[in-house]
């Protein structure tokens, strides 16, 4: 169906961007991980001499096999056929056997009753460079998603201490400060209260933050990457407040990890009694250590930094509590040089992921453009698509079940006719609300009215992909 | 009639039928609450409280002073954030002073001194998360004494300050004004 080309590895020149070193590093950070990623495809695509007709992935070797329109150049005997020693992350390596019907397969359970995926499926998350390992960031594959849901071992991930190792044996959650009776509760405590399960994304309020001031990375992994889609199941976090008696006037929480950072954020306390939950289970397991395990705070829309993982205390307070991640970090300095603080909510937005950057489509014909939408205010409503650059849009036809706070998918039919096109999406939510271009934010918070410098949070503009005549797709943001 | 049971919730308590809701509630738990959990003794919610307010409300006992804030810097914090406290890349510590004046401007520099509102935030983030390589090992009185240290190189206080819960709850940050509520939605598109 696709092309991979041979990659790019040219970014523009940030010397003319004129903004603070800061915000200067994290970009270079975003660039070097998605130029490692693409640079270990080009390794590949050299050493099997087939710079055509693959799915654009940093180990697309693996796959072996043409579709679609390529088809013709496999029947012409250039299929590639490349052993690799190791399988991908997550996978294990077995023998190809040249006719799977004719030996018996692998032994039932032999995997010890826990599955991984085929050694022939290598999609992971990167990693932003950051200068320790312990402080760092992943993004999620979108290109290669299917549906609503990310798998747990692809959900982006946000560490400011590293992961720790957390036996729940020993490990309790207690809730103090003003209210009646100050509670510990042990996992298993927690697991006894009434239950609920919600299907919400989390993303991360810097989700995007090369994209405010020109078209920067290359691939939808890097500019959307910071947002996942789980099922998680907990305990809802008013039935703990009504277990602890909130007394009057309280007003916030504090949500206190357990990790080297003992990671901190204010929560108001409205949010707390409304769709706040204390979970322990992710996509019908337990929550993998990296999401919090054994247990983490939700709050559904929320900027993902709130949502406190190996959660440890909550304190009910009357103020908020200025902790470093909700003073320092996480706040957005806009035009007028004040920041704004305690901007919780993830607005709606949206995100072509097929066709996206660095894929190659190998013709006219049909195509069926897909993606994601969301919103930390509630259902989506609509996704429109535009092929024209903005010019027209058509509704998208959206996959249910359409839940509030939710990855939601879109499709949308397209018959390419093999000139340069300008595709986008936009989202609105259940509130009216329309996902905005780049430059109507950049108006309002800043960008343009001081084009030297730029917001590294909270970007939720519309997203444009520039299709080629050849086919070639690249990052065309604020071109719609 | 089968009833089904249900278990209290606030929306059910707001939107339902409060006398079905108290009913069913009785049946299933015969209390007023679960009553999971235990009742935490001080000392263990002491050990884990360790937050500070920027009101002052949480600051343990101890003090210290700039000169001895000196020498923990040095041999605590210079190898990440500089011996001048102007950051160093390579190990990923940023800098902590200077840029007074720089925020909303081309040249924006964040650190302690021009973008942090509260003296409390260094206190308790030193506290609870620094140094990097052994978090949470510094003592209440080293705490004191690295935040007079930093507070002084970003001429906030005087070289000759002692930093307590009292003295600290006073300091006032130069960018203590300089922040805002979010006003989102700030783009009005709706439909």
New interface residues.
């Given amino acids: 169906m696709t092309k991979a080309k041979n990659p790019d590895l040219t970014y523009p020149d940030l010397s003319s961007y004129?903004?603070?070193?800061?915000?200067l590093?994290q970009i270079e950070g975003m660039r070097d991980a998605e130029k490692r990623a693409l640079m270990a495809r080009k390794a590949e695509l050299e050493e099997c001499e087939c710079r055509e007709g693959m799915f654009p992935n940093p180990m697309a070797s693996r796959r072996s096999f043409f579709a679609g329109a390529a088809a013709a150049a496999a029947a012409a005997g250039s299929l590639p056929v490349v052993a690799r020693a190791a399988a991908p992350p997550g996978a294990k390596e077995f023998e190809v056997p040249s006719d799977p019907t004719k030996v018996q397969g692998r032994l039932t359970n032999d995997d010890g009753g826990y599955g991984s995926r085929s050694q022939f499926e290598d999609e992971v998350r990167w990693r932003f460079p950051?200068?320790?390992k312990?402080?760092s960031w992943t993004m999620t594959p979108l290109a290669a998603g299917m549906g609503m849901i990310t798998p747990s071992g692809l959900h982006f991930e946000r560490h400011?201490?590293g992961i720790p190792t957390i036996n729940p044996a020993s490990h309790s959650l207690?809730v103090?400060g003003m209210c009646d009776?100050?509670?510990?509760?042990?996992v298993a405590?927690?697991k006894?209260?009434?239950s609920d399960s919600r299907i919400n994304f989390i993303e991360c309020s810097g989700n995007g933050l090369t994209e405010f001031k020109a078209p920067y990375l290359k691939t939808v992994q890097g500019t959307h990457g910071l947002t996942s889609t789980s099922e998680w199941t907990g305990v809802?976090l008013?039935?703990i407040l009504?277990?602890v008696g909130v007394k009057p006037g309280a007003a916030w929480i504090?949500a206190?990890g357990a990790d080297?950072?003992?990671m901190?954020r204010s929560v108001p306390i409205d949010k707390a009694?409304s769709d706040a939950m204390i979970a322990y289970g992710q996509n019908g397991e337990a929550l993998r250590p990296e999401q919090g395990y054994p247990i983490r705070l939700m709050l559904p829309g929320y900027e993902g930094n709130t949502h406190i993982k190996w959660l440890?205390?909550l304190?009910i307070?009357d103020?908020p509590?200025?902790?470093?991640e909700e003073?320092?970090k996480y706040?957005d300095?806009v035009?007028?040089?004040?920041?704004?603080?305690?901007?919780?909510?993830m607005?709606a937005k949206s995100v072509i992921t097929f066709p996206s950057g660095e894929m190659k489509l190998p013709g006219p014909g049909f195509y069926e453009i897909t993606g994601l939408a969301w919103s930390g205010r509630g259902r989506v409503k609509d996704v429109e698509v535009s092929t024209d650059g903005g010019k027209t849009w058509h509704l998208a036809s959206l996959q249910g079940p359409i839940l509030p706070i939710c990855h939601t998918r879109f499709r949308f039919p397209w018959m390419w006719d093999g000139n340069p096109a300008l595709i986008a999406s936009r989202c609105?939510d259940e509130?009216?609300?329309?996902q905005?271009t780049i430059a109507?934010?950049n108006e309002?918070?800043g960008v343009n009215g001081?084009p030297?410098?730029a917001s590294i949070y909270?970007l939720n503009g519309i997203m444009a992909w520039a299709i080629g005549a050849d086919g070639s797709v690249v990052n065309a943001a604020h071109k719609v | 009639m089968i009833k089904k049971l249900t278990?209290?919730?606030?929306?059910a308590k707001v939107a339902a039928g409060a006398v079905v809701v108290t009913l069913s509630f009785a049946a299933v738990a015969g209390a007023e609450?679960?009553?999971?959990?235990?009742?935490?003794t001080e000392q263990?919610?002491a050990a884990?409280?360790?937050?500070v307010?920027?009101?002052g409300r949480g600051y343990p006992e101890g003090s210290g002073t700039v000169a001895q804030g000196k020498e923990v810097y040095a041999s605590k914090c210079a190898a990440c954030h500089g011996e001048n406290m102007e950051g160093v890349?390579?190990?990923?510590g940023?800098a902590l002073i200077g840029g007074r004046g720089t925020?909303?401007?081309?040249?924006?520099?964040?650190t302690?001194e021009s973008?942090?509102?509260?003296a409390?935030?260094l206190f308790?983030?030193t506290k609870?998360?620094m140094p990097?390589n052994e978090?949470?090992s510094l003592s209440n009185d080293e705490v004191y004494a690295v935040s007079a240290y930093i507070l002084h190189k970003a001429n906030i206080i005087d070289a000759n300050a002692t930093m307590n819960a009292e003295t600290m709850s006073k300091v006032e940050m130069p960018n203590k004004d300089?922040?805002?509520?979010?006003?989102?939605?700030?783009?009005f598109?709706?439909?």
């Fill in positions: 004129e903004i603070p070193e800061d915000k590093a950051t200068k320790t312990e402080s400011h201490g207690i103090h009776k100050p509670k510990k509760y042990s405590d927690l006894r209260f009434p809802p008013s039935t009504d277990e504090l206190e080297a950072a003992v901190t009694w440890r205390r304190e307070s103020k509590f200025q902790t470093r003073t320092s706040t300095v035009k007028d040089g004040k920041a704004r603080q305690f901007s919780f909510t607005e609105i509130t009216g609300y329309m905005p109507s934010i309002v918070r001081h030297k410098f909270h | 278990v209290p919730s606030r929306g609450t679960f009553g999971f959990g235990t009742t935490p263990e919610i884990i409280d360790i937050d307010m920027s009101d890349k390579e190990a990923g940023a925020i909303g401007t081309p040249k924006t520099k964040k302690v973008y942090w509102p509260y409390s935030t308790d983030y609870r998360a990097f978090p949470g300089g922040f805002i509520a979010d006003p989102r939605p700030d783009i598109n709706y439909r």
